[in-house]
């Protein structure tokens, strides 16, 4: 069974459009993360909710709007995408904010053209 | 914000032992992580330290000194295998626990 997924695995779109990726888990957590990991390979934190409560929202253009419907799912809405998005986004699960260790997804690769 | 660092790449070879140091500042320290990453695929669990002292696990072992801001990885006994890029991350209970990640090491285990 896997623990966190993501669909889809990889994702290429042209400039402009509006895209989504999302993520379950299946482990009980209550706390779900969007991470970007860009070209350079820096792992940065973008969102994180607990029990459907958004916790962090670091600086994230406007454009990016997470979404979570139950504890179990949270999405990841982009509006208006540019060549700067381009980049592995990985879905992240933890059983509580500062309840060990996170779970990671296996990521979604998007290319912005 | 946190500084994290860690050296960018480490070679070694099979077999043999290779410690992996990351440093970093936090107002709000609650607890250091260690990661794996193999090339394409998510960043894998290793070790967790909140506690000053060594923590083992098999083969991999992994150090704090919190009045340091300073910790290690140790890997023992390299296999082909633990070529893959490691990460430090720090949880702020300042900052909502967030988890801050350092650059990543990039480690080759050459036969």
């Known amino acids: 069974d896997t623990a966190v997924s993501q669909t889809p695995k990889y994702l290429v779109t042209q400039m402009g459009n509006d895209k989504s990726i999302k993520c379950e888990q299946n482990?009980?957590?209550?706390?779900m993360y969007w991470y970007k990991q860009d070209s350079k390979k820096f792992l940065k934190i973008m969102f994180s909710?607990?029990?459907?409560?958004?916790?962090i929202n670091e600086t994230v253009p406007n454009r990016f709007s997470p979404k979570s419907p139950d504890k179990a799912h949270l999405n990841l809405h982009i509006n208006s995408l540019e060549l700067g998005d381009s980049a592995v986004y990985f879905c992240?699960?933890?059983?509580?904010?500062?309840?060990?260790?996170?779970?990671f997804g296996p990521g979604t690769r998007l290319t912005v053209t | 914000g946190q500084n994290i660092d860690q050296p960018t790449e480490m070679t070694a070879t099979e077999g043999a032992i290779v410690q992996i140091n990351c440093t970093y500042q936090?107002?709000?320290?609650?607890?250091l992580f260690w990661y794996q990453q193999h090339a394409g695929e998510a960043p894998t669990f290793l070790s967790y330290?909140?506690?000053?002292g060594l923590e083992e696990k098999g083969r991999f072992s992994s150090f704090l000194s919190r009045s340091k801001g300073y910790s290690y990885l140790l890997l023992k006994e390299l296999q082909m295998k633990d070529s893959a890029s490691y990460l430090c991350?720090?949880?702020?209970?300042?900052?909502?626990?967030?988890?801050?990640f350092g650059a990543g090491t990039t480690v080759t285990v050459r036969a």
């Open positions: 992240a699960s933890s059983k509580g904010l500062a309840g060990g260790e996170q779970y």
């Open positions: 482990l009980g957590h209550d706390t």
């Open positions: 909710y607990n029990n459907k409560e958004l916790i």
């Open positions: 936090t107002s709000g320290f609650n607890g």
């Open positions: 330290n909140v506690l000053d």
């Open positions: 991350a720090v949880r702020d209970r300042k900052s909502d626990y967030k988890l801050s």
